[in-house]
């Protein structure tokens, strides 16, 4: 009985200062607003996902920020799937370069962050296919 008020007084102590017990990432822990698990997989339609996911989430808070993202994710996606994997690396470049533009504006910096580094993945990922 002791144990157990110890261990809820405890997780209780460390709520209060901040830690998520729940949160299984580190990511989550550093303040990022979502986890992406379709970043595990690294691709254009895992990208994709994201941006949606963000804009529902309201990480991205202008539709057509989210439509232009997708947009150049489309593109990149059309020009891989024809093997001009050059021309996708270069379009999914210009969507890290436009969600960077974003940030602050339409899309929160912590997410800004979070889109680049999965975007850069799937670079890295067509770049080894």
């Known amino acids: 009985m002791k144990l157990r008020l110890v261990v809820i007084a405890l997780a209780m102590l460390l709520l209060a200062l901040g830690f998520n017990l729940f949160t299984p990432s580190s ?26 996911h963000a804009e529902e989430q309201g990480h991205i808070d202008s539709q057509n920020v ?3 993202l997708l947009l150049k994710l489309d593109k990149a ?20 370069h436009e969600v960077k533009d974003q940030s602050g504006k339409h899309i929160q910096p912590m997410h800004v962050k979070h889109l680049v580094m999965h975007a850069d993945m ?3 990922a067509i770049q080894k296919g």
């Open 77 to 96: 996606e059309d020009a891989l799937v024809s093997g001009h994997t050059r021309t996708a690396i270069g379009r999914l470049k210009a969507f890290i």
């Open 27 to 52: 990511a989550s822990a550093q303040g990022m607003t979502d986890d992406c698990m379709h970043s595990a997989s690294a691709t254009i339609d895992s990208l994709e996902m994201c941006v949606k």
């Open 122 to 124: 799937v670079i890295q």
């Open 66 to 68: 989210a439509h232009a």
